[in-house]
């Protein structure tokens, strides 16, 4: 059974940076594409950032692109969001997701596992 566990998240000023970190407990984990994705108050989910198994191909929500930027670790059971020149209407609840897939996909409803969630909170 897969778990995946994030942290990293927390309170930050308007252009600052966080880290995001999402741990997957099944080693075999290293054959799934990572996403991550978050939740606005009163808003849907929407796709942030995807990669491949591989991790050799990325792809960003219009939003986050040129400040964001998703990376794979050494073992490829863990996922990592860097957070650069964050805005307020970033604040969400962020949420990494595990697809059975070497290829990514910015689709939620095609990932098969996900984190509890970390809140991101942007003041201005």
């Known amino acids: 059974q897969v778990q995946l566990v994030e942290s990293g998240g927390g309170l930050v000023q308007a252009g600052g940076s966080l880290r995001l970190s999402c741990g997957n407990t099944?080693?075999?984990?290293?054959?799934?594409?990572m996403g991550w994705f978050r939740q606005a108050p009163g808003k849907e989910r929407e796709f942030v950032a995807a990669?491949?198994?591989?991790?050799?191909?990325?792809a960003y929500a219009d939003s986050v692109k040129g400040r964001f930027s998703i990376s794979r670790g050494n073992a490829k059971n863990t996922v990592s969001l860097q957070m650069n020149s964050l805005k307020p209407e970033d604040t969400a609840v962020y949420y990494c997701?595990?697809?059975?897939?070497?290829?990514?996909?910015?689709?939620?409803?095609?990932?098969?596992?996900w984190g509890q969630g970390t809140q991101v909170t942007v003041s201005s």
């Open positions: 099944e080693r075999t984990a290293s054959n799934y594409a």
């Open positions: 990669i491949t198994w591989s991790g050799r191909s990325t």
């Open positions: 997701a595990a697809k059975r897939s070497i290829s990514s996909s910015p689709w939620l409803g095609e990932y098969d596992y």
